[in-house]
């Protein structure tokens, strides 16, 4: 089996946060009513995309009636709707929604993940839940033998980023990258990485993140990623 794929299983059979496996199992047994009939995943969600992607978008953690149901990042919510969205605008996705587990998309050149791969109350991983969970982030771009990129969906995402190269030596000990929508860091060894405001309705709706700041992100990413090309 590829690393990618016995990665994955890993991730999926993951235990350890008990309030985490707790709280997902517990939403599936009080299902929103237009879900009633579908049987939710309420375990760790997996990675999703080709491992030879040269981008990773890395959020925050499922949603809990999104991907905590169909068991596939950023789908079946309003905020992946938002995201896929700007991906197929940009080339990275063929289609332009992610409804359910098999919808038929495909990632171009872009693999997603998450801080937290379970969905947590509130939105709201505990420090020590984000500790828990950040090897998988490590074994993720480890196991990406093209990347060249990261982009972090909101605070969270890019603060255990910066943990991460800061782990691989990647981080430059001043000044420290601070976060903002569009935020771009290059450094001399590591993968570019650019931030953007998390998809969420509380971003979207207030109108924080539109449609056209979220596109230009990953235009900017598709041309950073051209131009480091070969």
């Known amino acids: 089996m590829p690393p990618w794929d016995i990665l994955n299983q890993t991730i999926t ?25 579908q049987t939710y995943w ?25 991907a905590n149901r169909t068991g596939r990042m950023f789908t079946g919510d309003r905020s992946g709707d938002f995201l896929f969205h700007a991906l197929h605008q940009t080339g990275f996705c063929s289609q332009p929604t992610s409804t359910h587990r098999d919808g038929g998309r495909e990632l171009q ?3 997603i993940t998450a801080i ?13 839940e984000l500790a828990n969970c950040s090897g998988y982030l490590d074994q993720t771009i480890a196991a990406m033998p093209n990347l060249r990129g990261i ?20 981080l430059p000990s001043a000044p420290k990258p601070a976060f903002g929508h569009a935020a771009l860091y290059q450094f001399k060894t590591g993968p570019f990485l650019l931030a953007c405001f998390h998809p969420s309705q509380q971003n979207t709706f207030t109108g ?4 056209g700041m979220m596109r230009e992100v990953f235009e900017r990413a598709r041309k950073l990623l051209d131009a ?3």
């Open 13 to 37: 059979t993951c235990r350890k946060c008990p309030r985490l496996a707790g709280h997902c199992q517990s939403i599936a047994q009080v299902k929103r009513a237009a879900f009633k009939d």
């Open 42 to 66: 309420a375990k760790p969600v997996p990675n999703l995309g080709p491992s030879t992607a040269r981008l990773l978008l890395v959020g925050l953690a499922p949603a809990a009636h999104g």
């Open 109 to 111: 050149d872009v693999a």
């Open 116 to 128: 937290a791969h379970c969905a947590p109350p509130d939105n709201k991983p505990t420090p020590q």
């Open 151 to 170: 982009v972090a969906l909101g605070r969270i995402a890019f603060d255990g980023c910066l943990r991460l190269y800061r782990s691989r030596a990647w």
């Open 208 to 211: 924080k993140l539109t449609p």
């Open 228 to 230: 480091t090309a070969g």
